[in-house]
Nanobody, 117 residues
Framework: QVQLVESGGGLVQAGGSLTISCAAS????????MGWYRQGPGNQRELVAT???????NYADSVKGRFTISRDNAKNWVYLQMNSLKPGDTAVYYC???????????WGQGTQVTVSS
């Protein structure tokens, strides 16, 4: 079983920065890829960024150059540093983690990020 707990969400003005974090507790499992997804009002959940255990990253076009994903493999934490935030970034941000052998997919409960204009 893997539990994901996000933290760091909140209200920020447009142009500001925010970092959100996710701690994965993974007894008896090895964590592979981790990532962040978001769901804005009236929208479907969409990929924001992912990072492999080896550090390879992938970003949605809408956040490239503004957001940075990173992780601490020893602690099973993943971070999302968000700069130059826009009102369109307002969403619930969900942490995602996948386990290795066997493969399971886990989600956090979400953390709200609100960007005011």
């Amino acid at each position: 079983q893997v539990q994901l707990v996000e933290s760091g969400g909140g209200l920020v003005q447009a142009g500001g920065s925010l970092t959100i974090s996710c701690a994965a507790s993974a007894s008896n499992f090895r964590i592979g890829a981790m990532g962040w997804y978001r769901q804005g009002p009236g929208n479907q959940r969409e990929l924001v960024a992912t990072i492999t255990r080896g550090g390879a990253t992938n970003y949605a076009d809408s956040v490239k150059g503004r957001f940075t994903i990173s992780r601490d493999n020893a602690k099973n934490w993943v971070y999302l540093q968000m700069n130059s935030l826009k009102p369109g970034d307002t969403a619930v941000y969900y942490c995602n983690a996948q386990t290795i052998a066997p493969y399971y997919n886990y989600w956090g409960q979400g953390t709200q990020v609100t960007v005011s204009s």
